[in-house]
């Protein structure tokens, strides 16, 4: 298990330059969810952003997401599959949100 630190993450802005600070995600079901680019980075040879839903006065638990390059080139938002790999980002996330 490769776990991250918060030294050795390379910040990004791909997410935000190619769909601005809110993006558009449809579920399984075609519900379309509205979220706010919170954080992109890198870190490990992987791209990662977190969104927070574009809800006014609503607390919610943050979407961390895995940034892939399509063939044709595009960007694409995936969910995390593996869960070390989650739990790694989701601690990462939680380190950089709230130093010691």
Request: charged content about 45%; proline content about 0%; overall charge negative.
């Given at each position: 298990m490769t776990e991250f630190s918060a030294e050795h993450v390379i910040w990004s802005s791909r997410v935000k330059e190619a769909f601005g600070p809110v993006v558009e995600l449809q579920d399984e079901k075609g519900h379309t969810s509205y979220y706010r680019v919170e954080k992109e980075f890198d870190i490990g040879g992987q791209a990662y952003v977190v969104l927070l839903p574009d809800e006014d006065g609503k607390s919610a638990e943050p979407e961390i997401l895995k940034i892939i390059t399509s063939q044709e080139g595009n960007?694409?938002?995936?969910?995390?599959?593996?869960?070390?790999?989650?739990?790694?980002?989701?601690?990462?996330y939680d380190e950089l949100t709230f130093p010691e």
């Open positions: 960007l694409e938002l995936v969910t995390i599959d593996d869960d070390d790999e989650w739990e790694n980002v989701s601690e990462l």
